[in-house]
């Protein structure tokens, strides 16, 4: 994933200012697992609002931060492309995720586990077994509208995405929210656990996030679609100019 410039205060953000040093830097990803039994897989868009909220959750853990024992994975995983990959598991798959370190965050329907950053080439075996297709679901009922008072990531509507693809960018989203934040709205969203919701924007409202100041999200395009695309705007209040 590549970042809008817009996308964060220079002097907060994490990633390398300059693409090709972010490039050259080793290259890491943040594993996510969602839940998906047979029998009652999640629905599509609290997978997504339920994965967003897991990278915001990994982010602020106390393991994460400072000299916490994941801190130095994070700061591995911003200093290159912030890439993150959404595999999905049901039964002893899920239960041999859940045995490893990281961190399970639930929606109404949705399981998602987020785990520490691992180089690309050193996924732990137990995950790096877990498939990454078979992310298709549905929503079985009508999801209401974005409340305009909760940050909502709005997803390209002129984009296909599979709900794998769409929840790592939802992620994506609601990191970049979160780092273009001040102290104090950061700390009040986390103290409210993370309320967001993810909804695609409407065709005639596109253009206008797009070129706003809020934070994007620009796809390097290694799967589905293609390089620079724009796949989600994050819309959180405390950044509406």
Known sequence: MSTDPTSAPADDSPFRPDPAARDQAPQFVL???????????????????????????MLTDERSTGEGEWAQAIRDWQDGRIRKV??????????????????????KSAEVRVFPPV?????????????????????????PPADPGVPTLWLNPDLTMSA???MAQAG???????????????ETWQA?????????????????L????????????FTEIAPGSCTVVADHPALRS
């Open 31 to 57: 594993p996510l697992v969602v839940r998906i039994e047979r029998a009652a897989p999640p629905a599509r868009t609290d997978a997504l609002e339920t994965a967003a909220r897991a990278v915001l959750t």
């Open 172 to 186: 994506h989203g609601a990191q970049l929210a979160w780092l273009a934040l001040s102290p104090e709205a950061r």
């Open 119 to 143: 180089p690309l080439d050193g996924w732990p075996k137990d995950l790096a077994r877990l498939q990454v297709s078979g992310t298709d679901l549905d929503d079985p009922d009508p999801v």
């Open 164 to 166: 794998g693809k769409a």
């Open 86 to 107: 959404v595999r999905r598991a049901r039964g002893a798959e899920w239960r041999r995720a859940e045995a490893l370190p990281g961190i399970t965050v639930t929606g």
């Open 210 to 221: 797009t070129t706003s100041t809020l934070p994007k999200v620009r796809d390097a395009g």
């Open 192 to 208: 409210t656990d993370f309320p967001l919701t993810v909804r695609p924007a409407a065709p005639s409202h596109w253009p206008t």
